[in-house]
């Protein structure tokens, strides 16, 4: 029986509120997880992912909290404001991690996804992370390390090796042209931001990447 296909997540970090709402309209049966960006919810608060959900229930929404302290609070606003997944950094100690794990416990159908960006030993903190709950991991290479010429692939590539038994994402600067690279590893979501956001044709590269996840021709 072949592998399922990844999902699509889009992360919508740098846009505006009525071209966000805008941009959903048109692909949101294009993607299956929308990321609340760390950038929008410090513009708009948690009432984004509200107002996101109203509008588009059937999509799961992600709250890029990046939370590193007083985990259970703020992983509670999230998922009380209608996340179906909320960030922690992997870097935090490991009672802010349960505390995390706990909040989503308590919400039955939501999820820890813990952000791996800065880890250095990735599959020891890997396992330590499965070990206190977590659902997810992301491979997650940040704009700051783009720019110096890091890519995630190398940490994707790592993580697989390692065999954690839990679900990878993977986001840093992917893009419809760079896509079979990861692909190759067959990551369970794939996370695409600028890579549509900043396209010509935000909508068409949208529909062009949810087919190459998808291995539909095109």
Known sequence: MSPSPPQLQLALDDIAREDLFSLLEQV??????VEVGTPLLMRYGVDIITEIKAKHPAIKLLSDAKIMDAAHDEAAMSFDAGADYVTILALTDDGSVREAVRAARERPGTKVVADMICVRELPVRARE????????LAVHTGVDQQALGRSPLDDLRELTA??????????????????????????QVVIVGSGIISAPDPVAEAWQIHQLVRGVAI
Not at 28 to 33: N, P
Not at 162 to 187: D, S
Request: aromatic share 4%.
């Open 28 to 33: 949101a049966s294009a993607v299956d997880i």
């Open 129 to 136: 992370l499965a070990a206190l709950g977590v659902d997810m």
């Open 162 to 187: 390692a065999g954690t038994g839990l679900c990878l994402a993977v986001a840093g600067g992917i893009r419809a042209a760079t896509l079979a690279q990861y692909l190759h590893y067959r990551p």
